[in-house]
């Protein structure tokens, strides 16, 4: 168990529908990033939130958006949803703001499917 | 652009062999480089851990090696065993990047 956790789990719903995700980052962990896992794909980082702001973005698209609350979980929306969105969706967490202590901890994943 | 690059998607080995997964990464400015470890239905796992002023980095079974001149890095697992089965990515960072890098993994199958 990282101490990461992610809801929900599972998600089905349809072309063009808007969906959250949920990350609860470990105890006294400050950053959260967010991972896209798809089909035959890497890791994509997505963004990165470090105390309530943003720190660093990827290859998120203008349909997504995230944020980190005062108590650092955080949200990843996902909106007018297509079928090429369906993926696993990853939370992680980091006690700095960088990860050259080595460590990111990561959630088990929201795997998303859109019909 | 994939700057972080694991060319083989799956790799078998038999148990007590052993395992050894590379990759390839093309940003200079990478100086830490990490392996994560990923079983089904769970998030990924660190593993180990090497930095660019290493050449080689030991945790028991496992040992990252790291070519700077030739930009790539490989994972030795020694002896291997069945549990090891899972899937392995590669990830890299350098200074001024606060996020880290993956490959797209490399599925290992360790059969008894």
């Known amino acids: 168990d990282s101490g990461v956790t992610q809801t929900p789990k599972h998600l089905i719903t349809a072309t063009g529908q808007r969906v959250t995700l949920r990350c609860s980052p470990r105890s006294g962990d400050l950053s959260v990033y967010w991972y896209q896992q798809s089909l035959d794909q890497g890791l994509q980082f997505l963004i990165q939130y470090y105390n309530g702001e943003e720190r660093a973005k990827g290859n998120i698209l203008e349909r997504f958006s995230a944020q980190q609350f005062p108590d650092l979980h955080s949200e990843l929306n996902l909106s007018s949803l297509e079928l090429g969105d369906s993926a696993l969706y990853f939370c992680?967490?980091?006690?700095?703001?960088?990860?050259?202590?080595?460590?990111?901890?990561f959630g088990e994943g929201s795997r998303l499917t859109v019909l | 652009d994939q700057q972080v690059k694991q060319n083989s998607p799956s790799l078998s080995v038999q148990e007590g062999r052993i395992s050894i997964l590379n990759c390839d990464y093309t940003n200079s400015m990478f100086d830490y480089f990490l392996w994560y470890k990923k079983y089904p239905a769970e998030g990924p796992t660190f593993l180990i851990s090497i930095s660019s002023i290493k050449d080689k980095n030991e945790d028991g079974r496992f040992t990252v090696f790291l070519n700077k001149s030739a930009k790539h890095l490989s994972l030795h697992i020694v002896p291997s065993q069945p549990g090891d089965s899972a899937v392995y990515f590669c990830a890299a960072i350098g200074t001024g990047y606060s996020t880290l890098t993956f490959g797209k993994g490399t599925m290992l199958l360790v059969s008894p």
């Open positions: 992680a967490s980091s006690v700095t703001s960088g990860s050259h202590t080595g460590e990111l901890f």
